[in-house]
Structure formats: C-alpha cells, structure tokens
C-alpha cells in the first residue's frame, strides 16, 4: 500500500496548509478505496479531509516545521524539469 504514496513537501521548505491539504486528501483516496467518493459520502469524504489536514498542521507544528498559508507548491521531478524545458 505505501510504495505509492508520494512525497508531498520538501524537507528544506516550510510545509504549506496546500501541501497539508494535498497529503490529506492522498491518504483518504488511499484509505476510502475511492479517488472520487459518492454524492452520498461527499461530505463524510471532504470532512475526513480537513480533519487530517488539521492533524498533520499538529504533527508538523510539534516536529518543528513551519507552515504557511498558501497552495500546494509541490511539484514531481519529472513534472519540475519539464516545466523547466517548456520555459
């Protein structure tokens, strides 16, 4: 299960509540077995999702990250340098 769960921060930056929620949602895709949920079990879906954001703001917060306001920054290697050659 965990071979496909990708990094969503950089050690060396801040983490971003964008970045937070990003993980979040990753993990209830994961754990529900659903990437998009239900009409009926959208609220139940979406709730999940704020509640782990907020727990992982905790868990950074204690682990002595920063985080910031702001969107999810992160992009993967592959998405990063062909970004960089379209430029």
Request: charged content about 25%.
């Amino acid at each position: 299960m965990c071979r496909s769960i990708k990094t969503l921060r950089r050690a060396e930056t801040a983490a971003t509540t964008g970045e937070l929620e990003a993980a979040a949602r990753q993990f209830v895709r994961k754990i529900s077995g659903y990437r998009t949920p239900s009409t009926r079990n959208a609220d139940a879906f979406e709730a999940a999702i704020v509640e782990i954001a907020h727990a992982s703001e905790h868990l950074m917060e204690a682990l002595g990250v920063a985080v910031e306001e702001g969107p999810d920054r992160w992009l993967p290697r592959s998405a990063a340098s062909t970004q960089s050659h379209a430029s």
